[in-house]
């Protein structure tokens, strides 16, 4: 068999790596706070070039040290480099460790560098007739290309590489590849930092070599030169020319103590490797590895059901794993592809859903005594009562319990959910199913029989263990009293949907178009010329090169007319203004007037916005499809979105009611700071209160609306932990008067200084947080080596309890507000959910009723050191409830 040689310079490719992901650095960190991106991307050429060679043959050879034979022949080799970044030093180790588990040797040699033990066994791999590849970042190694060697250069981050063979090395170089070494000794090399001959360049050299072959030959034919400043140079810097020469050649001979019989590649120790990935949380590449290097999953019994067989159904006495198939994101619209029910390892699996209809199945899902263990229930409810269904009592949804344990590994998909709890029984949906257009339920039944099968194993199989790990974590309640019911007020929710008058966005949209019109006139009047507003490239040009106004910010392909950047030039240029304007303007028009216009579902002129329960880190509620949270309401235009939000009965109204300042409240409730407490005890305006502490200002009419405005800024800051950069940034500021502000705060409120300092000691002891309700966040930066990354936990750590627990109160109010309605005998509904505020619509005559009603349960939600305020508003649209 013939032997393929692939020979790795580690401490070139590292780097290259490290660089080709630099921009990326925060994002590659594992949970230890370790920098992965080099070893990230030292992986990724591995796979590739492993790929591409198929080598019987391995080594990657590293530098030993920064002392070797040419530092000592001139000691400012490779001297004025910049120092090493630390991010990158301390990946280094771990690099070795990936090639231990890729069974790849690695080696290093004391006075020698990575190229010499390459350039060593390149020579012996050639005489032994071996085929080599020599993978690097570094040019310099080119001169080992021969007939049986080739050098692949890294060129575009790690996996892209140019090769060099001798034919290449001629066409680009003009040279051959011994010359390349003469070259550098013609004119030194200042990426290593010595010297060759003063004033010869590549150019001069080349036409040097060219006549007399090699620096040796240069200097054999010196005499013979005709007299010019060169040949002073050259007759000068003779020394440097001949030690550049020997300072640029690789050693073919150093004295290693690995050879070629100790370089067999046997392919990788998966179990070491895939350790290896998962201590530096790459999933990806445990992905690729578990889907390369598979074991065939177990089979797995299941049974068809039938009409016949449903009365078999009937064992299940006391409990039923449920699983309901719909292949898209949206259930509200998804098909229905199938649906798997059973318990004990006795699997029914059928693609007709009609027989859900069918009494034997559909009581059982309506029950309340036979318990159901489901993935999503609030997926499943709302899919069930599109069928005319209903669910009953839930007892574990995987799911939800999986977000309440580590609410930062969330996945939507049961397969890869499963194994982030160490269950690998059961494939994504995207290695059964397919992705992107391909995605497609497979017509093959035992396949799609056997994964739904699974689906309902991969639940059972983790009901107990999960169940156990929230009682440990004192997590039950929060999942029985909170999240369960909460699953089953948005599904209410979403099922409800909200009226959209189709006939108001219509309009709306052409006002739109008559207003973005009319600014791109004026835009094009300023600029002197029309152009492509919606292309940075254009805009670019006319703003920075024809305008001439000054660049703020520049981005690889060229000028950034980011709104930050623009927001900036404002007061230089009047089209500024404009065309920030038509950027918002444009944003509603396609976001809200065309985005929502597609969402109605034609069968009853409502949108059913999705909640997501399981996103965010903080426990927040998150809308989609649409998303009805984000409607711009600071704007005028955006405001006016919520005119075409209707009730959907003719004599009802929109009712709106929302929490004031809760997330400043929850901070004086968990901070015990009396001062702050006082403030809402009193009913005081809570930002003219701090503005009277901070400024030292002695009654509320010296609080001007600035005034006001500054002390707001400085109360929601602290809330997120913010910096004197931050706030100074946020009010036009300096940093030293910032500095003052928040020093002067935390001397008004000394117990949220306290608080901020006890809570990031607490999140370095546990590594996590909780709020009010045992809500957990796990801050795997806490511990992180970068002080960015580090601050960023430390001020997540003081934001999430507050933010946290502000979710966890309006959830509770959400819960006992449903139960209120039901009890009550309204017909008030809610319907959405838009961060602190909740919004009703309801008969007219009972808009008196809700005044009283609604305020009164969200005020008791919690019990809270402090009050908790509700206001209220009405009227016949959504816009004029406020």
Known sequence: MAKKLLLIDGNSVAFRAFFALHNQLDRFVNADGLHTNAIY??????????????????????????????????????????????????????????LDAYGIQHYKLKDYEADDIIGTLAGQADAAGYTTTVVTGDRDLTQLTTDHTTVAVTVKGVSEVERYTPAHVQEKLGITATQIIDMKGLTGDTSDNYPGVTKVGEKTALKLLKQYGSVEGVYENVADMKQSKMKEHLIEDHDLAVRAKVLATIKRDAPITVGLADLAYAGPNIDQLAEFYQTMDFQSFLKKLKVNNAEPVAPIDYTVLTKENLPELAQFKTAVEFYLEMPTANYHTSAFAGFAIGHAGKWYISRDVELLLQPAVAEMLASDTIKKNVFDMKRTIVGLNRLGLSLGTVDFDLLLVSYLLDTNDNSNDLGNLAEQHGYTELPTDEEVYGKGVKRAIPDDDKLFFSHLARKLAAIAALH?????????????????????????????????????????????????????????????????????????KQLGKILFEDMKLPVIKKTKT??????????????????????????????????????????????????????LQTLTQTGRLSSVDPNLQNIPVRLEEGRKIRQAFVPSHAGWQIFSSDYSQIELRVLAHITHDANLQAAFKEGDDIHAATAMRIFNLKSPEEVTPN??????????????????????????????????????????????????????????????????????????????????????????????????SAADIIKIAMIKMQAKLKAAGLKATMLLQVHDELIFEAPKEEISTLEKLVPSVMDSAVKLEVPLKVESHFGDTWYDAK
Do not use: C, W
């Open 558 to 611: 060229g000028y950034s007319t980011a709104v930050d950047v623009l927001e900036k030039l404002a007061p230089e240029a009047p089209i500024v203004a404009n065309i920030l304007q038509y950027r918002q303007i444009s944003k509603i028009q396609s976001t809200y007037v065309v985005g929502l216009l597609d969402a109605i579902h034609s069968s009853d002129q409502k949108v059913h916005t999705r909640y």
């Open 464 to 536: 107990a263990e999960l169940m156990q790990k929230l009682d440990e974590n004192e997590q039950t309640p929060l999942y029985d009293d909170i999240e369960k019911p909460m699953a089953r007020v948005l599904a209410q929710m979403e099922i409800a949907g909200i009226t959209v008058d189709s006939g108001t966005l219509q309009a709306m949209g052409s006002q739109f178009k008559e207003r973005l019109s009319e600014i791109e006139q004026k835009i094009y009047q300023e600029a002197g010329q029309e152009f492509n507003i919606n292309s940075p």
């Open 707 to 804: 005034i006001r405005r500054q002390a707001k800024a400085v109360n929601f800051g602290i809330v997120y932990g913010i910096s004197d950069y931050g706030l100074s940034q946020n009010i036009g500021i300096t940093r030293k008067q910032a500095k003052a502000f928040i020093d002067a705060y935390f001397k008004e409120y000394p117990g949220v200084k306290q608080y901020m300092t006890d809570i990031v000691k607490q999140a370095h002891e546990q590594g996590y947080v909780e709020t009010i309700s045992h809500r957990r966040r796990y801050l795997p930066d806490i511990h992180a080596k970068s002080f960015n990354q580090r601050s960023f936990a430390e001020r997540t750590a003081m934001n999430t309890p507050i933010q946290g």
């Open 41 to 98: 991307g030292f992986n990724t050429m591995l796979d590739h070039m492993i790929k591409a060679v198929e080598p019987t043959d391995m080594l990657v050879a590293f530098d030993a040290g920064k002392t070797t034979f040419r530092t000592a022949m001139f000691d400012n080799y490779k001297g004025g480099r910049a120092k090493t970044p630390s991010e990158f030093s301390e990946q280094m180790p771990y690099i070795e460790q990936l």
